[in-house]
């Protein structure tokens, strides 16, 4: 069954670093999203991603946060400068047309 | 109010047991609704999604959507160990690009 891959699973960072966090999602899929899940609270959306571009995006995603889809294939997510807060699991989402909603398995940021 | 309202407290039943699990939501434009298992540190999983007020049966699972009262339950028959996990409900459709408002998840442990 296709899924959707996130690289690293786990990945510990000093404040006020960068951070890439890596998707890539199913093949034939047209719609990109990122949501984050702080320990203990809701799946929360950050971004939405279409035809090369940022279809919508929330709140939280401010000017420290980007996404890219480099390659065709890969489908990114940077945050520029962490703080604490930014400490969270990170899933990865996509979408082909319908309700095929697919999560990945979440990369667990830990910034420290 | 909020978006969509889970109550998450955490849901022990023995062996065998129906599971009853449910949702309310504020916003009347959401069009499609869908329940998602996960595991812990693991990304949400479609378990079903429905569109329609009614029910709608997948195998010891039940989705049902009262949009005239904007409640959605989901039941699980014969419960089993494994359905053990955290059981959220996620619901669209008010967006261009369909980003998906989560409830806060019940966590659900079938006691063998």
């Known amino acids: 069954e296709p899924e959707v891959t996130q690289t690293p699973s786990h990945q510990v960072t000093q404040m006020g670093q960068e951070v890439i966090l890596r998707c890539v999602p199913i093949?034939?899929?047209?719609?990109f999203y990122w949501y984050r899940q702080i320990l203990g609270q809701k799946v929360e959306f950050l971004v939405s991603f279409y035809n090369n571009e940022i279809s919508e995006k929330s709140e939280i995603f401010d000017d420290q946060f980007s996404v890219e889809r480099p390659d065709g294939s890969n489908f990114t997510l940077k945050i520029r400068s962490t703080k604490l807060e930014d400490s969270a699991m990170y899933f990865c989402?996509?979408?082909?047309?319908?309700?095929?909603?697919?999560f990945g398995s979440g990369t667990r940021l830990t910034v420290v | 109010q909020k978006e969509v309202e889970q109550d998450p407290g955490p849901l022990s039943v023995p062996e065998g047991a129906i599971v009853s699990l449910n949702c309310t939501y504020s916003n009347s434009a959401f069009q499609y609704f869908m329940w998602y298992r996960q595991y812990s540190r693991k990304g949400p999983e479609l378990l079903m999604y429905t569109y329609s007020s009614g029910n709608k049966e997948d195998g010891r699972f039940t989705a049902q959507v009262d949009k005239s009262s904007k409640y959605i339950s989901l039941f699980i028959r014969d419960s089993q160990p494994s359905d053990s996990a955290t059981y959220l409900c996620a619901m669209g459709g008010t967006y261009g690009n369909n980003r998906l408002a989560f409830g806060k998840g019940n966590q659900v442990v079938v006691i063998p």
């Open positions: 093949s034939n899929h047209l719609y």
């Open positions: 989402a996509s979408r082909g047309g319908g309700f095929d909603y697919t």
